[in-house]
């Protein structure tokens, strides 16, 4: 039985496939031909291989069973997949179709089907995408008004079909089904009226009524039309070509098939569809348009039709409550509300969101859905435009000139008063963007063109166009990406403008707090440019991270408009980088501005260098006015202008600065370019150019092209004045509407262009002879007189062409935009700043002769002219020691109030005493006398805060010997009297760049140390030798009285002499060294001013004047040890004067304080002062041991060694003993 | 019959469904090609065999006529 089984079903799909292999490839076998057919062996044939083939393939194949479960994911692959091209109503109606061919019974023992055919059908599924289905469709052939709610119905009452196939009215069983008809989304009245639901009833029964009859026309013969509905316009599918000549029946009769005793698929007959009857002259014509449209076989033909298969319906509908809603329709197609939304979007029309109107086969709801991205849309770009033509409709800022020039000046532009302000209007920056923004406002509805003239019924013309009438989905799609483009526009607009601007409401800027209603032109170009900037970073971070599908057009966007909107910016910062003015920043949007001292200070001074110009700083913060990228770079740019303007005035205004090897604007859109072709090699990138992209024309082409159309560089910059090129004679297309001498920016309108020439003539800044030269712009043309296009321009509109078209900028994987503005606005500027910096450095150590200058300042206060040096400091020490003398050598230690009034009584001594040195050295280092003072300054008041600075002594260095302060004090209060002393070095202009006058204080520290120094070496020295004469070696029992004195004289030669050495020789050899090689290999002022203020560092440090904390703990101590050197002279010398007193003692040798009698210090003073002295070197040795062991410090192991001789002292043992 | 008929309108609905989707899908099928093709799975053959099968049957058929 089985096997019986099988060989019946084996036979029936035999039969089968040899009907599938009939259909497909149109060969049958000999018993199936007549006999007239020809070659009737080769159909055989190639039938026989055909079916063998169909039947081995079925049969033996490697694919596994059906499973239900996964044809119902392919199935919600593919909704998805239509949801996401928004093909909504053929999801709905592929839910519908599948969900009513799932309750259809199989009577067959094969399991799923269902899930079988569904899943044939999906493997031979080509394309989903392009059918033209709709969910109307699916209604349609279902004979539903919705989905599927009468199915069940329609089963129980599918045998009273039958019965009775000629009936016209539905079975009333339908009124048990739920129903949520679709005519209640056509009208808004409708849902108000939702609670009657006897009416709402009446209407779909009418609805269903109206449906049952089309399903039923091609047999009463009603109503046909001509064309199948839903069928795809490209005749794929041909059921209906093929069945044209059949005369079947229609399927109610069900006459073959009943007369089968066993249903069989083959033997079903399908050519009952009411497509396939011919055309009838008596078809309904709903709508001229859409016939003219059908009739040219274009895309929207089945939009059309399947709008005029359901106004039977509502023609059904219209006798009873639906008539309200038929008669709602004001005759308005589709095509003409999709025409409406094109003009709006093309700014012929106002935009609207509800289009007003109604269409037969869309609800309101659905049409206004599908026409709110266009509205959207159109309303974006119609917002954006009248921002950006506010902006072009306001005259340019006007330059304030001196007073005499108010004369004349127009009602509008308020009296000008200083030089350098800019009042009123937009800036160029602004306007540039501004006409950037009306730019890719226009490109954007070019992009629609194509639509719009489809909707004009021009692009019929051409041959083989069949394209009708653009439909709505047509419209959506294309509007997608005009409307991401349009928001992207708007947000633009609405960050680099200002608010009320940014509505295009504000062309008088009456919101702001500025004299004539004008916000600061330098923040609104910072404004401006910081926000395109971050909107660039934004862009392409969502584009890049998110990948949401704006394909990198954002970023663009936002890139293109920045390079539009910086092109001014660039000019005039390039202006101010290559000559030091201000001139190409007629607008004052620039960071830098005159300041108070120019035109007042002669260029090339100091003073205006200093205020000549400076920075435009924000009065709220204080910071500069400039975009975000260029924040950190205004203070090197500023210098760098400034370095320019005192390059060039240089003698008699001779100098010259280096050249700009390119525009920054060039520089500019060469360095984006590259940045984001970094993938590709230049030879590619050369040769892109050429062939950018198939749809691209010739880059040249481009290039005029877009410079044609570029408004932004057709903007005026109002105040670079060239000579007017001579009219021409033969010129006959000029706008003969505006007078000769004025230039009318293709930017601006013409009003605005005339009050803003005429304003400029009036405030003498142009003459009725004179063209204002285009700030950005090219092809301004002045009296028909061609205007060579400038590199710099051309490279802008260049690079705008290219980034328009360009793959590499819309990459996720370009280079960031903070590193592409950097490299392409910032790193051009810097370089032009380091050459200026560098070209500036050799004029200061060449022609200013900053190497000698630093070299008299190192023999002034360090010493480094030694025999100088020597002379000026016996010369101060004289006056300490003259003071002492004159004050009546009491024998008694001088008071404290007479150790502060120590010397230096009178300056001119001192002054006289240092020309005197200074003339009389010979070694060329040194500077003129007549630049050189010294200053005595006012005793220093004790005072804390003082602790710790040099000639400040940190504790007493007695401690608790019991000496008295008074007399133990002396030698270290003479010290102290030298820091009164204050040297002063004239640096000329412009060393003082390099060599600021801050530096004087720190000088003067280390020459005061090694003033004290040299003092306290002197006095050890003098009181050693005081004792050498003969008569005093001749002495009983010798003069060098008691070990202390001598072991401690011994100590303090070796210890001042030690550190003398080392500190003149790090001081005068090692630093030195060092800063002449700093110097020499500096490349700006900077580095040289960086190079200087290391060596002042360094020479603080070994003088003991640094505020380091290890240098300040030696600088107390080592004081404090020179101080008692003096004490020990001083203590030597009184001893001297007491025994002359008492007529004993030796003849002393000459020196200053001795007189003639010399006597050795007691032994118990010098063992005290031995005492104090060894503690403050044990401590000077501690601090320098503890800092070596915690690193490596060349200078403080050399002073070890030198303080410690080679360790005989040991660190410890002085101190403590 | 009355079995018979409805038999038959059931089966006419049915490809009428099945037809839909086709056209829906983009399958490129008229009717009778249909009705053989749900007949040949309702016997048992393989969908994605048959499918196979009816693609190689249609690019012969393009080959065929392309050298004709």
């Not at chain 1, 050519?271 to 014509?285: G, K």
């Amino acid at each position: 039985m089985a096997s019986s089984f099988s060989a019946k079903r084996a036979e029936n799909v035999s039969a089968l496939l040899g009907e599938v292999v009939k259909r497909l490839v149109d060969v049958e076998p000999h018993s199936l031909t007549g006999p007239t057919d020809q070659p009737t062996q080769e159909h055989d044939e190639n039938f026989g291989i055909a079916h063998n083939y169909c039947a081995y393939h079925t049969r033996h194949h490697t694919f596994p069973d059906t499973d239900p479960y996964k044809v119902d994911d392919a199935l919600d692959a593919l909704r998805e997949r239509l949801g996401i091209h928004a093909q909504l109503d053929k999801q709905l109606a592929l839910d519908m179709l599948v969900a009513r061919f799932r309750r259809v019974e199989w009577r067959t023992d094969t399991p799923d089907v269902h899930a079988r055919v569904i899943s044939l059908l999906l493997e031979l599924s080509r394309n989903p995408l392009r059918t033209k289905y709709t969910h109307i469709d699916a209604m349609a052939a279902l004979g539903e008004d919705d989905l599927g709610t009468n199915d069940a119905s329609d089963r129980d009452q599918a045998s009273d079909r039958d019965q009775a196939s000629d009936r016209d009215e539905p079975d009333d069983d339908v009124d048990d089904a739920t129903s949520d008809s679709t005519l209640s989304d056509w009208t808004d009245d409708e849902e108000e009226d939702g609670d009657d639901d006897a009416r709402a009833e009446r209407l779909r029964l009418g609805v269903e009524e109206a449906v049952a009859a089309r399903r039923d026309a091609p047999r009463g013969g009603e109503w046909v039309r001509g064309r199948r509905s839903g069928a795809p316009a490209d005749g794929t599918d041909d059921d209906g070509d093929g069945d044209d000549g059949d005369e079947k029946s229609a399927p109610g009769d069900g006459d073959d098939a009943a007369t089968d005793p066993e249903f069989r698929w083959s033997d079903l007959r399908v050519d009952d569809e009411p497509a396939c009857a011919a055309p009838d002259r008596d078809e309904w014509e709903w709508d001229p348009r859409a016939t003219r449209g059908r009739s040219r076989g274009g895309a929207g033909d089945a939009v059309v039709a399947a709008a005029a298969r359901l106004l039977p319906a509502l023609a059904s509908a219209r006798g009873r409550e639906g008539a309200t809603l038929v008669g709602a329709w004001d005759g308005s197609t589709e095509s003409k509300v999709v025409g409406d939304a094109l003009h709006a979007l093309q700014g012929a029309a106002p935009a609207r969101r509800a289009p007003g109107a109604a269409v037969p086969h869309l609800s309101p709801a659905a049409l206004a859905a599908g026409l709110e991205r266009a509205a959207d849309a159109a309303a974006t770009l119609d917002l954006v435009e009248r921002a950006a033509n506010a902006v072009l409709a306001t005259p340019a800022p006007v330059l304030r000139v001196s007073s005499q020039n108010n004369a004349g000046r127009r009602s509008g532009y308020p009296s000008l008063g200083s030089v350098g302000a800019s009042i009123g209007g937009f800036g160029p920056t602004i306007r540039a963007f501004a006409a950037a923004l009306a730019r890719h406002v226009r490109e954007l509805r070019e992009e629609l063109a194509p639509l719009v003239q489809r909707a004009a019924g021009l692009a019929a013309g051409g041959a083989g166009d069949k394209a009708g009438a653009p439909t709505l989905l047509e419209l959506r799609a294309a509007v997608r990406s005009v409307a991401a483009r349009a928001r992207v526009l708007d947000s633009l607009a609405a960050a680099a403008l200002r608010p009320r601007l940014a509505t295009g409401f504000n062309s008088g800027g009456e919101t702001s707090k500025r004299p004539g209603g004008f916000d600061c032109p330098a923040s609104n170009a910072a404004r401006c440019l910081t926000a395109l900037h971050r909107a660039c970073a934004a862009h392409q971070m969502t584009s890049s991270c998110a990948g949401d599908g704006d394909g990198g057009d954002g970023f663009v966007t936002s890139l293109r408009l920045l390079c539009s909107a910086a092109q001014p910016y660039l000019s005039a910062l390039h202006r101010w980088l290559e000559r030091g003015e201000v001139v190409a920043d007629p607008g004052g949007e620039l960071f830098v501005c005159a300041g108070p001292e120019e035109g007042v200070a002669a260029i090339g001074t100091e003073a205006h260098w200093e205020g000549g110009f400076v920075l435009r700083r924000n009065n709220a913060d204080g910071s500069a006015t400039c975009p975000e990228f260029l924040a950190r770079h205004v203070d090197e740019l500023l210098a760098a202008g400034k370095s320019v303007r005192l390059l060039r005035s240089g003698a008699g205004g001779a100098g010259t600065a280096p050249k700009m090897e390119s525009h920054l604007c060039v520089d500019f859109c060469d360095a984006v370019r590259r940045a984001l072709e970094t993938s590709r090699v230049p030879e590619d990138a050369d040769a892109g150019k050429e062939n950018a992209s198939p749809g691209m024309e010739n880059s040249a082409d481009a290039t005029t092209r877009a410079a044609e159309d570029d408004e932004s560089v057709r903007l005026l910059s109002s105040a670079t004045l060239e000579a007017c090129p001579p009219p021409r004679v033969d010129d006959d297309t000029d706008d003969h509407d505006h007078a000769p001498g004025f230039v009318v920016s293709a930017g601006m309108g013409t009003d605005a262009a005339a009050a803003e020439a005429e304003s400029l003539v009036a405030a003498g800044l142009a003459g009725s002879t004179a063209r204002l030269a285009p700030f950005v712009g090219e092809r301004a043309e002045w009296s028909g007189t061609h205007f060579d296009v400038p590199r710099s321009i051309a490279a802008a509109a260049e690079l705008d062409a290219w980034l328009r078209t360009s793959a590499d900028a819309r990459s996720p994987a370009t280079c960031p935009a903070g590193s592409l503005i950097a490299r392409a606005a910032v790193a051009p500027a810097r370089a032009r700043a380091a050459a200026v910096g560098s070209a500036l450095m050799s004029r200061l150590r060449e022609d200013w002769r900053l190497g000698a200058h630093l070299a008299a300042l190192r023999a002034v206060f360090l010493g480094g002219a030694g025999e100088a040096a020597h002379s000026f400091a016996s010369s101060v020490f004289e006056r300490l020691d003259e003071t002492r003398v004159s004050g009546g050598g009491d024998l008694d230690a001088p008071s404290s109030e007479s150790c502060s009034l120590l010397g230096f009584a009178d300056a001119s001594e001192i002054n006289a005493a240092l020309a005197d040195a200074l003339a009389a050295d010979g070694c060329g280092d040194l500077p003129d006398p007549s630049d050189v003072a010294v200053d005595v300054m006012p005793p220093l008041i004790a005072d804390p805060a003082h602790a710790g600075a040099v000639g400040a002594r940190r504790r007493s260095i007695w401690g608790d010997s019991g000496v008295g302060s008074e007399s133990a004090g002396e030698g270290a209060a003479r010290l102290d009297a030298l820091s009164r002393l204050r040297l002063s070095v004239k640096t000329p202009w412009p060393l003082a760049l390099v060599v600021p006058e801050s530096c004087a204080d720190r000088y003067n520290a280390c020459a005061t140390f090694l003033l004290q120094l040299r003092r306290a070496r002197a006095s050890v020295e003098e009181a050693s030798r005081a004792g050498w004469t003969p008569e005093a070696r001749r002495a009983p029992g010798g003069v060098l009285s008691g070990p202390h004195a001598r072991a401690l004289l011994a100590e303090l030669r070796h210890f001042t002499q030690a550190l003398h050495e080392h500190v003149i020789g790090r001081v005068l050899h090692h630093a030195w060294l060092e800063l002449e090689r700093d110097v020499a290999d500096a490349r700006s002022p900077g580095d040289a001013r960086r190079a200087h203020d290391k060596f002042l560092d360094v020479v603080c440090a070994q003088c003991l004047a640094s505020p380091d904390p290890t240098w300040t703990l030696l600088a107390g101590q080592t004081r404090a040890a020179l101080g008692i050197a003096c004490d020990f002279a001083a203590a030597q010398r009184r001893a001297g004067a007491k025994a002359r007193a008492s007529g004993e003692g030796w003849e002393a040798s000459p020196g200053p304080g001795y007189g003639s009698i010399y006597a050795p210090v007691p032994e118990g003073e010098a063992e005290r002062l031995a005492g104090a002295f060894r503690r403050a070197r044990s401590y000077v040795l501690r601090v320098i041991e503890s800092k070596l062991r915690v690193g490596t410090y060349p200078e403080l192991h050399e002073l070890r060694l030198r303080l410690d001789f080679n360790g005989y002292y040991g660190t410890d043992a002085g101190g403590e003993s | 019959t009355t079995m018979d008929n409805v038999a038959v309108y059931q089966a006419k609905e049915t490809l009428d469904i099945a037809h839909e989707i086709s056209k829906l899908l983009d399958c490129g099928l008229d009717k009778e090609s249909l009705a053989i093709l749900i007949a040949l799975c309702e016997n048992g053959v393989n969908p994605e065999a048959l499918a196979a099968v009816v693609k190689e049957l249609r690019r012969e058929a393009a080959a065929l006529q392309a050298d004709a």
